[in-house]
C-alpha cells in the first residue's frame, strides 16, 4: 500500500508560480513511476507530468517549459514546481503513484485556481 498527500495547491494570479508536493508514505519502495494529473470542471483528468525511478521525466506540451517535475528521495516527496501560470491552468491537481505491479494510488488532491 502507497499513501499519497499533496499540499501547496492555492489562488494565483495569471504569471505567477505555485510549487506542489506528493509526500509518499508506505511501501515507497514498490514506487516506479509518481505522475501529477489535473482535472479541470467538467473535464476528464489528464496526465501532466512523470517522473520515473531513475529520475526521467516527461510532460504534456501544454506544461512543457513552465513545468518542472522534481523529486526528493530522502523526504519521499515529488514536487511540481509550476511557473508561469495561465487561467486555463486552474484545476485539481492530483498526485498518482504507479508500482512495479502495476497497481495505482491517488492522492486526495489538490485545488490550483489561476486569475486573469
Known amino acids: 500500500q502507497v499513501q499519497l498527500v499533496e499540499s501547496g495547491g492555492g489562488l494565483v494570479q495569471a504569471g505567477g508560480s505555485l510549487r506542489l508536493s506528493c509526500a509518499a508514505s508506505g511501501s515507497t519502495f514498490s514506487i516506479n513511476f509518481i505522475n501529477w494529473y489535473r482535472q479541470a470542471p467538467g473535464k476528464q483528468r489528464d496526465l501532466v507530468a512523470t517522473?520515473?525511478?531513475?529520475?526521467?521525466?516527461n510532460y504534456v506540451d501544454s506544461v512543457k517549459g513552465r513545468f518542472t517535475i522534481s523529486r526528493d528521495n530522502a523526504k519521499n516527496t515529488v514536487y511540481l514546481q509550476m511557473n508561469s501560470l495561465k487561467p486555463e491552468d486552474t484545476a485539481v491537481y492530483y498526485c498518482?503513484?504507479?508500482?512495479?505491479?502495476?497497481?495505482?494510488?491517488w492522492g486526495q488532491g489538490t485545488q490550483v485556481t489561476v486569475s486573469s
Open positions: 498518482n503513484a504507479r508500482t512495479t505491479l502495476g497497481a495505482g494510488y
Open positions: 517522473i520515473s525511478r531513475a529520475g526521467n521525466t
